[in-house]
């Protein structure tokens, strides 16, 4: 997953407005979202290489996304996919602080990355190069490879059309929050980051919607959690930046 933007209450409608898109390589084998059947509980797509996943909810309306902190150096062999993180949270029982306590123990098993996890009424930030659990704020926020809100274009710009969008409109509209995370457009070479892959790719992996040859935006995930309790998520899959299928659910937390 490579960019979560969500709103936390501060909305007369939703507790929790999120709208993400999950990045990989096109290669890389996985499951649309559905309910697993090792943990019919849980609601989220699957990576079917590690068996873990990048962001779901479950019908308890526990929460939690991730993504990976972006720095090539970093050494990869031997550790613990990221994707576990989530997947462990999910199905356990313990508070998102007590989650967060422990997995910090463990934080050097995993190479970079940011985790989001907690449920409708507070949400909790970590990363393993900060190495420090934050309480989310209410209002709007983005998340993509390095750490949350940093001012990356396409972190600015995907958390200011989420902001303007939820100021604007009482009752969210799917297409709407999906059109936002569909923006293809690559930003200016002078407001890139670095981060290490060279100007060409920062250029290609610039925009909210990414599409590369071998490289991009394979899906898009609107979930919404209202004030009745009430859960709609919905997954739009791509193949090579092309729209394939759209996958949609609703439940009520229990």
């Not at 939703?14 to 309910?35: G, V």
């Not at 989220?44 to 309306?61: E, F, H, N, P, S």
């Not at 250029?203 to 979930?223: E, H, M, N, Q, W």
Request: charged share 25%.
């Amino acid at each position: 997953m490579c960019l979560i933007n969500f709103h936390l209450h501060n909305h007369p409608n939703y507790k929790l407005i999120i709208a993400a898109n999950r990045d990989e390589f096109y290669a890389r084998p996985t499951a649309r979202a559905h309910f697993w059947e090792d943990y019919p509980t849980v609601l989220a797509g699957r990576d079917l290489m590690q068996m873990g996943t990048w962001l779901g909810i479950t019908k308890a309306g526990r929460f939690a996304a991730l993504t990976n902190y972006r720095d090539p150096s970093m050494e990869q062999q031997g550790k613990i996919s990221r994707g576990e993180i989530v997947t462990d949270y999910l199905t356990s029982e313990l508070t998102p602080q007590e989650y967060l306590q422990l997995l910090r123990k463990q934080k050097d098993n995993y190479v970079g990355f940011n985790v989001l996890v907690g449920n409708s009424e507070m949400i909790y930030y970590y990363n393993n190069i900060q190495d420090e659990i934050s309480p989310i704020a209410k209002g709007t926020h983005a998340l993509s490879n390095h750490f949350l809100n940093t001012p990356w274009p396409k972190v600015t710009k995907g958390r200011q059309m989420l902001q303007e969008y939820v100021q604007q409109h009482n009752k969210v509209q799917m297409d709407d929050l999906f059109d936002i995370i569909s923006d293809a457009e690559e930003a200016d070479d002078d407001a890139l980051p670095e981060t290490g892959v060279g100007i060409e790719l920062e250029r290609k992996l610039s925009p909210l919607f990414i599409r590369t040859a071998d490289y991009g935006t394979r899906s898009s995930t609107v979930l919404l959690i209202d004030r009745n309790h009430q859960v709609t998520f919905v997954e739009r899959t791509y193949r090579k930046g092309n729209f394939e299928k759209e996958n949609q659910f609703t439940f009520q937390i229990k």
